[in-house]
């Protein structure tokens, strides 16, 4: 015979005893106990009063952001959106923002750029125009002022 011990969690294993009897060649376990060890104190490992500094609409609306500007494509269509004063048009665009595809090596088209200037659009990082069938774009520049200071202020101590 022989003691078998499985982690169940933090605080928790179970202990079984291999006993020799076997089904179809494998030793068969007998449930023995478990036991359970005593967990810390709150005092020694947990802080008072831990609060987010983000209420629940506040993190939603910050989540919003960062997603529209977690994608390499948005990040170039803003920085090239940044450097110009005037509307850029989204045909601008075509073939120089976004990650070329790795098997043509063709950057995204038309349609995808679009896309990404909508979820940009949504999170008010950009600002647009109609003329024709064309659509111009600038950057919100107060908009990217307020992601650069949500990052500063997460980043900031309490």
């Not at 008072?48 to 997603?67: F, H, W």
């Not at 940044?82 to 088209?109: F, M």
Request: with cysteine; aromatic share 6%.
């Amino acid at each position: 015979m022989s003691s078998l011990c499985l982690y169940i969690d933090s605080y928790q294993y179970a202990y079984y005893t291999v006993i020799n009897e076997t089904t179809r060649g494998n030793p068969m376990p007998r449930f023995d106990s478990t036991i359970t060890l005593e967990q810390p104190t709150t005092a020694a490992c947990c802080l008072p009063g831990i609060t987010p500094r983000l209420s629940d609409s506040e993190a939603q609306a910050a989540a919003l952001l960062l997603k529209a500007l977690a994608d390499p494509a948005r990040l170039q269509i803003l920085d090239v959106l940044a450097q110009h004063e005037r509307l850029v048009c989204v045909c601008d665009l075509e073939g120089i923002v976004g990650v070329p595809d790795p098997e043509t090596g063709q950057r995204p088209k038309q349609p995808t750029i679009s896309h990404h200037l909508k979820v940009l659009r949504l999170a008010g990082l950009v600002d647009y125009e109609k003329r024709g069938q064309w659509a111009y774009y600038a950057v919100r520049r107060e908009r990217l002022a307020a992601a650069q200071a949500l990052i500063a202020h997460l980043g900031a101590a309490r």
